[in-house]
């Protein structure tokens, strides 16, 4: 069956990635949208609606399925609670919407709903690694807490209307396209150091272990699991799901250093230092998935070859004079 879908955020490097994603798998078709306006609550909402309306018409018209992808947000560990608070009450917002939508065309059981939360957030301080679906969430950040109320925002809508949800807990996303103005992407900024004066800057332990997936694999995995929720919709109804979105080969900070020298040629330009938002990061963020482990028996991108595709997306920008 085909299935339209809608990629909010689709700017982004995970957003991007699962656009193009889209574009070239059967039996998908990617909804034409404009960015949503964020500084005015008021036309977000109108947007969002008009949006959903066109998706869920466009689907019903063709006896198709619809997915609305939240890729979206601009949230990471530093970012201020007011800041935090905004940002979920408009995903709040936007579910909302598409759940009048649903409502209103009767479409809520052909659809479905992913969220991207953080694998890393809400296992913070989790212990007993490799964290799985099963094991407790312990974020250590408000960030990481941010992310369990999306999450508990996300069943709570999905509770009234009827729409099945996934909440995808995505590892350390990398790859070609990251903003570099972000304070996020450890692999992104160890690339550009490598082509600037200015050294990348790591405030935790070299031992820290964490959990790479390059952003076209996560792109990939994101529709396969979206897939898989609309079929086990069509069969059992209204469903939940959490799922981990890793590649299952966490690496420490010293083995990333390691592939930067090696594909640099050069020693890492970089700098260690002293944060006192490294409290705020786990040491061991190993992570794995127990859910629809078949969907995780693929073939990834290595990590030298996404580290190598990210290097050189680097220096093409910087050619660019971007």
Known sequence: ??????????????????????????????????????????????????????????????????????????????????????????????????????????????????????????????????????????????????????????????????????????????????????MQGLISHLAKAQFSPKPASIFVPLETMRDYIFVRDCAELVLDCVARLLTVTAAEGRTEVVKNLASGQAVTISNLLGHIRTLAKSQPNVMLGYSAEASMQGLDLRITSTVWPDLDRRQLTSLPAGIKATMDDVLTHIQSGG
């Open 1 to 182: 069956m085909t299935t339209y879908a809608w990629v909010i955020g689709a700017r982004g490097l995970l957003g991007s990635a699962t656009s193009a994603a889209i574009a070239r798998r059967t039996g998908w078709v990617l909804l034409p949208a404009d960015p949503l306006p964020w500084s005015d609550d008021t036309a977000l909402v109108e947007a969002v609606s008009a949006t959903a309306d066109r998706l869920l018409r466009a689907a019903a018209t063709d006896s198709a399925n619809w997915a609305v992808l939240w890729l979206a947000g601009n949230a990471v560990t530093s970012t201020p609670p007011a800041a935090i608070e905004r940002e979920l009450h408009q995903l709040r917002l936007v579910l909302d919407a598409v759940g009048h939508a649903a409502g209103s065309l009767g479409t809520a059981g052909s659809g479905a709903v992913f969220y991207a939360s953080s694998a890393g957030g809400v296992y913070g301080g989790s212990v007993h690694p490799p964290f799985d679906e099963q094991s407790t969430p312990v974020p250590i950040s408000g960030y990481g807490r941010f992310k369990l109320d999306a999450e508990a925002s996300l069943v709570a809508f999905s509770r009234s209307s009827g729409v099945s949800v996934l909440a995808g807990r995505i590892a350390n996303l990398y790859g070609p396209g990251q903003k570099l103005g972000k």
